[in-house]
């Protein structure tokens, strides 16, 4: 469906016909696909929309309009962040801990408002990501900045631009008096990074010898506080609408319909927001969101309550730190301390070693955690961790439990010194720790740890997804001799599995089925499910793309792979 460009032929105002077309198109697709999640398209047309418009506007750049979708990818590095000043500043939240403080805050309100009518409330899910601000004047997106201070922040506009379902220009529903665009629209809203973008980040930097984020939060933080706005563009950042600098500029009386207004002009709105009646309300969406925090896409820390209604919002107004209008519910810590009573250093199919902290027993949000990631060498000693120290540990969601900080008033004087061991501690090889990377490896390639790892991998989700071929399988295969490399996989004989420990006719039968269901992956789930360093489910995709076939990827060279062209799709 793309039209193929004609360089010479077309000329200065086709081709803005054609851009504005495309402008149009690519806005309205890549808002069904991450606003509303429910795609018109296929990936490869959009991505062919996409690539249309970044090649025209390339040959008329003085076409390139400040609402294009091409921003997206992001502009030239900066060499540093103006500061961007609030007009309206960019308040804190005070907090309630209990159904009882929640209560004191309804009461706080009457007593100010002199009344004893309850006031509605809205309770949204407290996001743990980064503050924002973003301006639109006349429809169009003309600043973004971060919080800062609250009276000045930093001016991200670039990097904030990047973000897929930030609208770069309003929407205007023709006709209605509610759906015109105000002159200028101040918008405040938090930027995160969801749960498996996060992890997705994390298992990369790992692999380029990267330091860890710690957590989502942090993770988004730092993607957005990146000079080079395609930095920003390749991290996934999502961002939910909360609120807005001045309610005035806006035709709504309530935040009810407040977001409902800000989802027509294009903002995504949290689904999860709730208007609640009472105060029982109130705490049965706390209890409610606690219960299903997990299973969120993305982290949330607590709940936020705010009164509906502006004109009271008005009458409270703010202290000069947060607004009385509103309160934070936080969720119970996720913090515990325990006994570190050792250090694990497990070696990865990449031959990372990991350091893995070997706890006493703690439960921590019902959970039991026994074993915490320490990440890698420079963590340890950036913490001073000595084995046999009460140590405080926290666990974020799904995110593995990890070590904050050694309590050291609790020292005894038996603690012992954590040594990172200089031989691989299952093939003894010595170990490797390039300069300016944080990850110490293992670089033989014998070691059988990384082969079993490898494997598992192989046959796992991320590889060809064998149902039923486990971690635990591959292990006993490996021990008994069965398979040694990943050929094996594919001709394990019948009999010598049926007689295992464990193992008996039928499910020998249904793994070899398995084994054959899954033997004929596309070329692009084939390269990617060898684990190679650097080569993850977007490299794979991209080789595919550029290579036909595996003899042809087998017999590229360096300039073959440097021809390799980093693509726009939006699957990143
Ligand atoms: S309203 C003037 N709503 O929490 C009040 N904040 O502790 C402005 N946050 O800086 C905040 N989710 O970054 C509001 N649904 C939500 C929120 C939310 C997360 C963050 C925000 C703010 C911090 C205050």
């Not at 804190?92 to 805050?105: G, I, P």
């Not at 299903?292 to 209604?309: C, T």
């Not at 390639?445 to 989700?461: D, E, N, S, T, W």
Request: charged fraction near 25%; charge should be negative; include cysteine.
């Amino acid at each position: 469906m793309s039209k193929k460009i004609n360089k010479t032929a077309m000329d200065a105002q086709e081709a803005e016909k054609r851009l504005d077309d495309l402008r149009g198109q690519i806005t309205r697709h890549a808002h069904q696909y991450y606003v509303l999640d429910d795609p018109l398209i296929s990936d490869g047309e959009y991505d062919r929309l996409f690539r249309e418009l970044l090649e025209l506007e390339e040959q008329f750049p003085e076409l390139v309009t400040p609402d294009s979708p091409s921003l997206r990818v992001g502009g030239e590095p900066l060499d540093a962040f103006a500061e961007a000043a609030h007009d309206v500043p960019m308040l804190s939240l005070d907090n309630v801990f209990d159904a009882q403080e929640l209560l004191s805050f309804e009461e706080k309100i009457q007593r100010y408002l002199q009344t004893t009518v309850q006031p509605t409330y809205l309770a949204e899910p407290k996001l743990d990501g980064l503050a924002v601000e973003l301006i639109y004047e006349n429809g169009l997106l003309i600043q973004g900045s971060t919080r800062g201070n609250g009276l000045v922040g930093e001016n991200i506009t670039a990097q904030l631009q990047t973000v897929q379902v930030i609208p770069l220009r309003l929407a205007a529903k023709e006709g209605k008096q509610e759906g015109a665009i105000p002159e200028k629209l101040a918008v405040r809203g938090e930027v995160f990074l969801p749960r498996k973008a996060f992890l997705q980040l994390n298992e990369q930097r790992a692999e380029q010898g990267e330091a860890l984020f710690a957590n989502p939060r942090n993770a988004a933080a730092g993607s957005l506080r990146q000079l080079d706005p395609k930095v920003t563009a390749s991290r996934s950042l999502n961002f939910y609408v909360y609120g807005v600098a001045d309610t005035e500029a806006t035709p709504c009386a309530d935040l009810e319909e407040l977001f409902s207004w800000l989802g027509q002009l294009g903002f995504p709105v949290n689904p999860l927001i709730k208007f609640c009646r009472t105060l029982a309300e109130v705490e049965a969406q706390y209890q409610y969101l606690q219960t299903i925090r997990h299973e969120l896409e993305y982290e949330i820390d607590g709940m936020v309550i705010k009164v509906a209604d502006f004109a009271l919002q008005q009458r409270l107004g703010n202290t000069t730190r947060a607004p009385r209008w509103a309160t934070a519910w936080k969720f119970p810590a996720t913090q515990a301390t325990t006994v570190m009573t050792g250090v694990d250093f497990q070696v990865g199919r990449t031959g990372a070693i990991t350091p893995v902290a070997l706890l006493e027993p703690v439960e921590v949000e019902g959970v039991i955690v026994r074993r915490a990631s320490l990440h890698n060498q420079d963590e340890i000693e950036r913490k001073g961790l000595m084995i046999g120290d009460t140590v405080l540990i926290q666990r974020a969601g799904d995110v593995i439990p990890e070590i904050v900080k050694p309590i050291t008033e609790q020292r005894t004087g038996e603690e012992q010194p954590l040594v990172f061991p200089s031989q691989c501690p299952i093939c003894d090889a010595p170990l490797q720790r390039p300069e300016g990377e944080a990850i110490t490896r293992c670089v033989s390639l014998l070691c059988p740890a990384q082969q079993l790892q490898r494997m598992i991998y192989f046959v796992g989700k991320a590889g060809l997804d064998i149902d039923g071929f486990g971690r635990k399988n591959v292990e006993q295969l490996m021990e008994v001799g069965l398979i040694q490399e990943i050929p094996d996989i594919f001709r394990l004989p019948k009999e010598q599995l049926a007689i295992l420990d464990g193992w008996g006719e039928k499910s020998a039968e249904k793994l070899l089925l398995a084994i054959a269901e899954a033997k004929h992956p596309t070329l692009s789930r084939f390269i990617g499910a060898l684990g190679i360093r650097y080569v993850g489910e977007m490299t794979s995709e991209l080789l595919t793309r550029h290579f036909s076939s595996l003899d042809d990827l087998l017999a590229a060279k360096k300039d073959d792979l440097l021809a390799v062209e980093a693509s726009v799709s939006r699957r990143q």
